[in-house]
């Protein structure tokens, strides 16, 4: 069945990178993109970026210029990074297919001062 | 970006009530408005997506309906289970913007 795991660090210190991972099971990477979403704690969802199913990638303005999403086929991985954190970079992230039908389970990220 | 206003931010019911929880563009999405249900703790759970399709395995007390900027989702008798927290999500422009979410309380 078609699953997604975010996989990474839960505290990151103000001004480093964040890289995470989002291990998909269950469908290709060729067929389906993959979006990054996050939440703060209690508040909204906001769409981060995604890599199309061609390998091409998108990414919202607001984060485009310390974002970057990569994937690796053969091992059903996704990767986010992105740098320069700040401490309302604090939040869950989570990896859904392009469709936003399956959903990983989130990682709560805490940026520390 | 597109904005999504959601109303109302909070929402008191009964169980067995009819409940309407709406999302406003500030420009017309073509009907590509999907909702969310969403527990505490737990990842966002697809219901309806396109305006009006049930996804699979969703109970048929919810359903959705809009066109242009205005869109609702309803449930016609609430269950204990359906209170939660609701998000609405336009895919017409890039980047997808949510709506800032309707949590739905006990009365």
């Known amino acids: 069945q078609v699953q997604l795991k975010e996989s990474g660090p839960v505290l990151v210190q103000a001004s480093e990178t964040l890289s995470l991972t989002c291990t998909v099971s269950g469908f290709s990477l060729t067929n389906y993109g993959v979006i990054w979403v996050r939440q703060p704690p209690g508040k909204g969802l906001e769409w981060m970026g995604i890599i199309w199913r061609n390998g091409n990638t998108d990414y919202n303005s607001a984060l485009k210029s310390r974002l970057s999403i990569n994937r690796d086929t053969s091992k059903s991985q996704v990767f986010l990074k992105m ?8 939040a869950i992230y989570y990896c859904t297919r392009d469709r936003t039908d399956y959903w990983g389970q989130g990682v709560m990220v805490t940026v520390s001062s | 970006d ?13 169980v067995g009530d009819r409940v309407t929880i709406n999302c406003k563009a500030s420009q017309n999405i073509n009907k590509y408005l999907n909702w969310y249900q969403q527990k505490l703790g737990e990842a966002p759970k697809r219901l309806i997506y396109n305006t009006n399709n049930l996804q699979t395995g969703i109970p048929s007390r919810f359903s959705g309906s809009g066109s242009g ?33 309707t949590k739905l309380e006990l009365k």
């Open chain 1, 83 to 90: 740098n320069s954190l700040q401490t309302d970079d604090t």
């Open chain 2, 2 to 14: 597109i904005q999504m206003t959601q109303s109302p931010s909070f929402l008191s019911a009964s």
């Open chain 2, 69 to 101: 900027t205005d869109y609702t989702l309803t449930i016609s008798s609430l269950q204990p289970e359906d209170f939660a927290t609701y998000f609405c999500l336009q895919h017409n422009s890039f980047p997808g913007t949510f709506g800032g979410g």
